[in-house]
């Protein structure tokens, strides 16, 4: 139905959005196996991965071989191209669980004018579950933004007849599981993140704040490049702060950067503290 009403309203093929994890993985191997017509986007975080990233190219080499075509989005803030370690400066504070800015402008901005679906799953966290249907209406102005989850005729009569211009989008396996999501994806034997296979349950930003404390640790441990591209990234926004006259707070005169990422992980270590390393009595 999505992929109709994307060539009805749209007149161009649906959008299947990956980002290199597994419910990304199901929705492609979905759409090829539903013989629909559709493109494939990217967008790039510039904080995935190595193997994510990886992962996302093989998956692009097979899929351009087959025909389809394949889109990478690089991020463009205020006009100009943005990473991550250029954001943060530019936003003068880190992003938190509860400021994810990282998120809008490197992740959702993919897709305008389109109709594209994604692997979003109800299972996932409780907002999903409460925010996220099965189709969705996403204009400029959030506030009216339409979530359907039901069948109710009515609704999609009003829904599938209006001209679109926003961006739509499905999520067509909402309501799975994560064993339905690894009973389909052994059964069909397909291809996923090598992370997987490293003891990781979901993948996505290294160093995320949505992730858990001890996930974040873990992520930086095994890539402390990303790590000191962070503190560096921190000591921009530090030098930013202290131009606009805006060195207040827990951020005073001589806050360094890695001050911050010890702040932003949650760091329980007192400055002065010896720390022994390998020791976990």
Known sequence: ??????????????????????????????????????????????????ETMYHVRDTFRRLELAGVKCTVNYPVYKGVPVNMWTLIPQKLMP???????CCAVLKETG???????????????????????????VPHDISKKV??????????????????????????????????????????????NPLYGYGFHRVGCVGCPMAGRRKRFFEFGRYPTYQRAYIRAFDRMLSERAARGKLDGSWRAGTTGEDVFRWWMQDRNIDGQMKIEGFHG
């Open 95 to 101: 992003p938190t669980r509860t400021v994810r800015y």
């Open 147 to 192: 979530i359907i989850n039901n069948d109710n005729t009515d609704t999609r009569r009003l829904f599938e007849n209006c001209k679109i211009q926003a961006k739509r989008v499905c999520n067509p396996i909402v309501d799975w599981t994560d064993y339905d999501v690894w009973s389909y994806i052994r059964a069909e034997r397909i291809t996923v």
């Open 1 to 50: 139905m999505a992929a109709q009403m994307s060539e009805t309203y749209y007149g161009q093929p649906l959008v299947i959005a990956t980002s290199g994890g597994k419910d990304s993985d199901v929705c492609l191997h979905l759409a090829a196996a539903s013989g629909i017509r559709y493109e494939v986007m990217h967008n790039h975080t510039s904080v995935d991965a190595p």
């Open 111 to 137: 897709g305008v004018g389109r109709m594209i679906v994604t692997g979003v799953r109800w299972s996932e966290s409780v907002k999903r579950r409460n925010n996220r249907g099965v189709y969705e209406s």
